[in-house]
């Protein structure tokens, strides 16, 4: 998984919430020591599963014989049969439920095995399926622990019956229910589970922090969380792929008084009534960075909705969502979103807008900024209605078959700023969900600085004389690294320089280092041309010596420029001196 960066001032806590989920591996490396308990369909369950030739039959009963700290593998087939367990201390349903697996222990818990290798699984190949035939939830992890799930299949679950919600006879989690101190679910497939309530797919309660990543969440279906549901919990969804779930409202997923980071997920053909790919309600402290929401459908906010959230969403792709009534591509009520560097276009049905703001009838409004915004290919590009404020900077609204009928309308207030250009984003390929831009976009560098220094894909802002608008970052990535970056005089420095092609074409480099004085060789280098093809790197490397008398600062600048356009400079500011040295302190005798 790529890292995202986002440098933004409004963002708190996120260095707490990152050092919390660093432990998660943690975790999980704890989890590979010995005892390890081996799960097969051909297995007995008695014993304590310990030896790979006489494995347990069931993963409940390997959760019941292991200890904190201990490993689950298992291999590849269908575990069906549900087991009934005294429900935690303050949950709010009955005093028994009933699921395939009940953790409340420390445990990791590993699909994907083969009874004949029992050192690499691969889910792909051998898919371990819980399947809870509709007779309860499929995983249930509750208490003090630290526990992870990795490469199961997770379907059937029904929380009919089953309680767990804040209010009594909410029926939570169709197919994981999660209230721990830390759960790290990855690399799973959660699919075809149910609940009347809240999360179809998954209910993370707001006790601990979670860690979803790599998982694939389809076809669940709930009132409200079709794919999963985020109750003032905190922690990170990172590159998940939600698609294809129902709900009324938050067809995708539905975040709750939520503080979760949203990090490089896909969220593709759900429905809603409300929010068809996801659903934001009082999560000021949400933070949604790299999201690529297609293809959703709902009455009101097909891609998003966001009701009384004030959340920070960079790099968005929001494109060909529908809405049946309003706000096609995102719909805000009572909100104040900042959306930095987004990609909205081609959203389409109802008013055909493709950002839609209002209020909620009661005197709260909506004051929402957008700044670096592609927003195209609309019926009206942004609605504000009475009362309601609108302040974008910095937009390319598109033309001819991108252009909007109406780039904006409604009585409230719409601060379009000085800097908006009207032509072709320049998109990969489109109509195959590809809107990253080419460079010869008309987003290319026309942007400002807002607080973000990568892209949808994790690339560093910016790769050209300036920021791209949208959520795509198209060119070179050029850097150069000094090593060691405090020299002495009189000694070497290398300079390492490397340029990677992250437009759809091929490029051809040249590349000029601009050396700093006090060293030696000095003046100007230029290398022959290279062509680099889409995704490629090139390296270059650079030994000089300082001067042995010079103390102070060397700065270097590397130049790229290319036979389409592409550019970029790259500044790498070292120092020459000694390091000081402390003397210890002796004290006068008195």
């Known amino acids: 998984m790529k890292i995202r960066y986002l440098f933004l001032s409004l963002v708190v806590g996120l260095g707490l919430v990152v050092v919390v989920l660093g432990l998660l591996g943690d975790v999980a490396v704890r989890a590979d020591a010995t005892p390890v308990h081996y799960v097969a369909t051909t297995g007995t369950d008695s014993g304590d ?142 699919f075809g589970n149910a609940t009347d309530a809240y999360g179809g797919g998954l209910y993370l309660a707001e006790q601990g922090v979670f860690a979803l990543d790599g998982n694939t969440i389809t076809s669940n279906t709930a009132d409200q969380g079709g794919g999963l549901y985020l109750d003032k919990s905190t922690g990170m969804l990172s590159d998940n792929r939600i698609a294809s779930n129902a709900a009324v ?96 276009v081609r959203n389409s ?70 800097r908006n250009y009207r032509n072709d984003p320049g998109f990969v390929a ?43 970052e198209t060119g070179l990535a050029l850097t150069k690294q000094a090593s060691p970056e405090r020299v002495l005089p009189g000694t070497q420095l290398r300079y390492t320089i490397r340029v990677t092609n992250t437009s759809g074409v091929t490029l051809t480099v040249t590349l000029t280092d601009f050396l700093p004085g006090h060293v030696t060789p000095g003046g100007t280098l230029t290398w022959p041309p290279v062509t680099l093809l889409p995704g490629a790197t090139h390296a270059k490397t650079v030994v000089v010596t300082v001067e042995a008398d010079y103390t102070g600062v060397l700065t270097n600048v590397v130049r790229a420029t290319t036979d389409k356009g592409a550019g970029g400079v790259y500044v790498e500011t070292s120092m020459a001196g000694y390091r000081p040295v402390y003397l210890p302190l002796v004290m006068r005798k008195r």
């Open 349 to 418: 049905g109802g008013d055909g807008s493709g950002v839609y703001v209002t209020d909620d009838g009661a005197a709260h409004f909506s004051a929402v900024s957008l700044v670096n915004t592609i927003l195209a290919g609309h019926a009206v590009g942004i609605w504000v209605t009475a009362g309601n404020t609108a302040t974008l900077e910095t937009t390319l609204w598109g033309a001819g078959a991108w252009a909007n009928v109406t780039d904006s309308s409604g009585a409230g207030l719409i601060v379009t700023g000085t």
């Open 430 to 472: 489109p109509g195959a969900g590809n809107y990253h831009i080419t460079i010869v976009s008309a987003a290319l560098d026309k942007g400002m600085y807002a607080g973000v220094r990568d892209d949808v894909d994790g690339d560093p802002r910016p790769q050209g004389e300036g920021y791209d608008l949208g959520a795509d």
């Open 249 to 344: 409202r938050g067809g995708g997923l539905f975040l709750a008084s939520s503080g979760a980071m949203l990090l490089g997920n896909i969220v593709v053909s759900n429905q809603a009534d409300y929010g068809g790919g996801l659903l934001l309600w009082l999560s000021d402290n949400a933070v949604l960075n790299g999201n690529t929401v297609i293809s959703n459908t709902a009455d009101y906010g097909g891609g998003l909705y966001l009701d009384k959230s004030a959340t920070i969403l960079a790099n968005h792709v929001v494109a060909g969502n529908r809405a049946n009534t309003a706000g096609s591509g995102l719909y805000a009520l009572a909100a104040s979103p900042r959306l930095r560097h987004a990609t909205i």
């Open 49 to 190: 599963c310990t030896n790979p030739v006489q494995p347990c039959r069931t993963v409940q009963y390997a959760v019941g014989v292991a200890g904190d700290g201990d490993l689950i593998k298992v291999a590849g087939g269908t575990y069906t049969g549900v087991h009934r367990y005294p429900a935690p201390l303050g949950y709010n349903g009955p005093e028994v439920i009933t699921q395939v697996v009940y953790i409340g222990k420390s445990i990791t818990v590993r699909g994907g095995y083969a009874t004949t290798n029992w050192e690499m699984p691969n889910p792909e190949v051998n898919p371990a399926v819980l399947d809870a035939q509709g007779h309860g939830r499929v995983l249930c992890i509750v208490g003090n622990v630290s526990s992870t799930i990795e490469g199961l299949s997770i379907t059937g679950g029904n929380a009919a019956g089953q309680g767990g919600g804040p209010l009594l006879g909410e029926n939570v989690g169709g197919g994981v229910y999660v209230a721990a101190d830390i759960v790290t679910i990855r690399n799973a497939r959660v």
